[in-house]
């Protein structure tokens, strides 16, 4: 899974970006971007699955992948790269199950005690978080910070580890510096919709630099 997790993991938000999946997902490829997880808590599950369905077609012709959050069903039903599972979603052995063992299965953890049970879970990386105060989600867990997200990667050695809440540019190398494999990043690249491309590209060029 390492080498398929990117050091940017761009997340898809039509609320934010005023954009469709697919317009988000184009400028994101444009930027660099080789993996992105599709978030959708607004539209109908009809109209999710068609706009999943021409992002999942557009990607794989540029051989990106395409995680979808929450929603098993729709990525059974699109046969998608792969799911990305909060607490409070089916849980990770069921989605394994319906998906296959090459799905990647990503998890949403915000305290140590769910890291440690996401370990004996049959998923391919644990995201942790929000590092930092986020306003993507309207009632956030609690601000875990960076000291903790060194602690969790203690905890779970080799397994990928995403963070993810409030990065952006100016923490971005901190999360890194925290030994984090991979940033989530929304609002940072998507709150501008003309810069979507530019700024995925930026953030790509602060870790080669």
Avoid at 10 to 38: F, M, N, W, Y
Avoid at 81 to 91: A, F, M, S, V
Avoid at 113 to 129: C, N, T
Avoid at 173 to 189: C, E, F, P
């Amino acid at each position: 899974m390492n080498n398929v997790l990117p050091k940017i993991y761009p997340i898809t938000d039509t609320r934010i970006s005023g954009l469709s999946h697919l317009e988000q997902v184009k400028r994101l490829i444009a930027g660099g971007a080789t993996l992105i997880q599709l978030r959708e808590k607004h539209l109908s599950p009809a109209e999710f699955c068609e706009d999943a369905s021409a992002v999942i077609a557009y990607a794989r012709e540029r051989s990106v992948k395409i995680i979808i959050n929450d929603r098993v069903d729709i990525a059974a039903a699109l046969n998608a790269d792969g799911i990305h599972l909060g607490q409070d979603d089916l849980p990770p052995a069921a989605a394994r199950k319906l998906l296959g063992e090459d799905a990647i299965i990503g998890f949403s953890t915000h305290t140590v005690e769910q890291v440690r049970e996401a370990l004996l879970l049959p998923v391919d990386y644990i995201a942790y978080g929000p590092i930092f105060d986020t306003r993507t989600k309207q009632n956030p867990d609690a601000t875990v910070g960076l000291s903790a997200l060194e602690d969790v990667r203690e905890i779970i050695g080799d397994r990928p580890l995403v963070a993810i809440g409030g990065i952006h540019s100016d923490n971005y190398r901190s999360v890194l510096a925290a030994r984090a494999d991979s940033a989530a990043i929304i609002s940072a690249i998507l709150s501008d919709p003309d810069q979507i491309e530019s700024k995925m590209r930026s953030f790509n060029n602060i870790y080669t630099s």
